[in-house]
């Protein structure tokens, strides 16, 4: 079996996969821990040998690992993770055997994070055609991939989770509220609850819808828009914008870079 490991800046994420005829994974189970770099190898260990025990998963199954980051401090940890407690030398993405064996065409290739590289190389896997696939994260990332597989660029915005924290934080009366679906349809709220709502949940579709739109009409060609991260499932009820949602496309990804490197 495979263990993903996808940390990122908010949270670590784990994922079980189990492999059947040819490349085809199933996932057989995600967990989720708040990002910490100061968090040890034991501590992980504590935490995921019993989540893994709950699922009747014995550590002796789990034999490929493979970790993508954007944190480099929390690399370390994670490999001691992996050496100590399923003796295994885990892939890293973009290294060795994992290296991403696409095209990323920009001026600085090294820069691209990992999870916006494997999230090139899933959708493409899935999708025919020039992609543009969002994710939203801590960062709201957008990223063009075309129809040969290619990384052609992209753009990072603030998550909107990040600009909630900017507004309450600097504000001196305004309250912390859950991001949520506003509540109707009216863009005018008669509270200020409402009104920040509003601002946020309306405000972020419409800098999406209108930063696709111009992604699109740059690209020239028809170009199929793949959301993914915690809260496209959210956003997908209020834009036609997607023409698909797969909260699960960077461990997919890691999952067929691990299977690549195991065919090696």
Same mark, same amino acid.
């Given at each position: 079996?495979?263990?993903?490991?996808? #940390?990122?800046?908010?949270?670590?994420?784990?994922?079980?996969?189990?492999?059947?005829?040819?490349?085809? +994974?199933?996932?057989?189970?995600?967990?989720?821990?708040?990002?910490?770099?100061?968090?040890?190898?034991?501590?992980? #260990?504590?935490?995921?040998?019993?989540?893994?025990? *709950?699922?009747?998963?014995?550590?002796?199954?789990?034999?490929?690992? $493979?970790?993508?980051?954007?944190?480099?401090?929390?690399?370390?940890?994670?490999?001691?993770?992996?050496?100590?407690?399923?003796?295994?030398?885990?892939?890293? +993405?973009?290294?060795?055997?994992?290296?991403?064996?696409?095209? $990323?065409?920009?001026?600085?290739?090294?820069?691209?994070?990992?999870?916006?590289?494997?999230?090139?190389?899933?959708?493409?896997?899935?999708?025919?055609?020039?992609?543009?696939?969002?994710?939203?994260?801590?960062?709201?990332?957008?990223?063009?991939?075309?129809?040969?597989?290619?990384?052609?660029?992209?753009?990072?915005?603030?998550?909107?989770?990040?600009?909630?924290?900017?507004?309450?934080?600097?504000?001196?009366?305004?309250?912390?509220? +859950?991001?949520?679906?506003?509540?109707?349809?009216?863009?005018?709220?008669?509270?200020?609850?409402?009104?920040?709502?509003?601002?946020?949940?309306?405000?972020?579709?419409?800098?999406?819808?209108?930063?696709?739109?111009?992604?699109?009409?740059?690209?020239?060609?028809?170009?199929?828009?793949? #959301?993914?991260?915690?809260?496209?499932?959210?956003?997908?009820?209020?834009?036609? $914008?997607?023409?698909?949602?797969?909260?699960? *496309?960077?461990?997919?990804?890691?999952? $067929?870079?691990?299977?690549?490197?195991?065919?090696?």
């Amino acid at each position: 079996m495979l263990l993903a490991i996808d #940390a990122g800046n908010t949270n670590v994420v784990f994922a079980l996969f189990e492999f059947g005829e040819g490349a085809d +994974a199933t996932l057989r189970g995600r967990w989720r821990i708040a990002t910490d770099p100061r968090r040890t190898g034991d501590e992980y #260990a504590v935490w995921l040998m019993q989540l893994l025990a *709950l699922r009747g998963v014995e550590r002796s199954a789990i034999d490929q690992i $493979i970790i993508a980051t954007v944190v480099p401090r929390a690399l370390h940890n994670l490999e001691i993770l992996c050496r100590h407690y399923f003796e295994v030398e885990p892939l890293i +993405a973009g290294q060795g055997k994992a290296a991403y064996a696409i095209d $990323i065409d920009v001026d600085e290739p090294r820069s691209l994070g990992a999870d916006r590289a494997v999230n090139a190389i899933a959708a493409h896997a899935k999708h025919s055609g020039d992609l543009i696939v969002v994710d939203f994260g801590t960062a709201t990332t957008f990223d063009v991939i075309d129809f040969n597989g290619a990384y052609k660029g992209g753009i990072i915005a603030p998550g909107i989770n990040l600009s909630l924290d900017a507004l309450v934080g600097n504000t001196a009366k305004l309250p912390r509220i +859950a991001i949520q679906a506003p509540r109707g349809t009216s863009v005018v709220g008669r509270n200020t609850e409402d009104q920040m709502l509003i601002g946020v949940f309306w405000g972020y579709v419409a800098m999406m819808e209108g930063l696709i739109a111009r992604i699109r009409a740059e690209i020239g060609r028809p170009a199929k828009v793949i #959301a993914t991260g915690g809260l496209a499932v959210l956003f997908d009820d209020a834009t036609d $914008i997607f023409d698909a949602v797969d909260p699960d *496309l960077t461990l997919n990804g890691l999952a $067929i870079l691990a299977h690549k490197a195991a065919a090696q």
